[in-house]
């Protein structure tokens, strides 16, 4: 039991030490990547919105990062849509056959998308364009997000393999035992 509890605080760091990386987007947002995959592949989605939840609160008190009155839609994005979208295409990729770094890359890389379009669609329902409403606002939204997220998902895929496999190395996990728990 103890190994889970290191576990759980790796993938509390990585998560914290990742969304902390702000970059800069259009219009003068920030985009950063994710880092629910790592968490999502060692504990399972169910894990992560309290992850998400303490690493939301450290930021938001501590790096003035996100804030007490957006919390609740950054857990819901950062917590339930990007570790959900993370397990269900994992868990899809690795019974279609794929080998676990093909499918823990594509995974991370869909989670991390998934979670800014979660924020659009809060951006958009928060912000209604006044010609098209919801949908042009999370068009316009989506847009923006996805030309610096984009390329972040990619990188932040290949440097979850890179961290998972040193834990596997140093923590005695397997490969297969991944496998394993993916056919859940």
């Not at 290191?6 to 902390?20: K, M």
């Not at 950062?78 to 890359?105: E, F, N, Q, Y």
């Amino acid at each position: 039991m103890r190994g889970h509890r290191y576990l759980l605080a790796a993938s509390a760091g990585y998560l914290f030490t990742l969304t902390a990386l702000k970059l800069p987007s259009l219009a003068g947002s920030s985009s950063h990547p994710t880092g629910v995959a790592l968490g999502t592949v060692l504990a399972g989605p169910a894990v992560m919105p309290a992850l998400s939840l303490i690493v939301q609160l450290f930021q938001a008190l501590l790096t003035a990062h996100g804030g007490l009155s957006t919390l609740g839609a950054n857990v819901v994005a950062l917590g339930v849509a990007g570790p959900w979208a993370t397990w269900l295409l994992w868990r899809l990729a690795s019974r279609c056959g794929l080998g676990d770094k093909p499918a823990i890359v594509l995974a991370t890389a869909f989670g991390s998308m998934a979670t800014y379009a979660c924020t659009s669609f809060q951006l958009a329902l928060a912000h209604p364009e006044p010609g098209g409403g919801v949908a042009a606002a999370f068009l316009k939204f989506a847009a923006v997000f996805a030309v610096t997220q984009l390329p972040i998902a990619v990188i932040e895929s290949l440097f979850t393999i890179v961290v998972l496999r040193a834990i596997i190395n140093s923590s005695g996990i397997c490969v297969a035992g991944l496998e394993a728990w993916a056919q859940r």
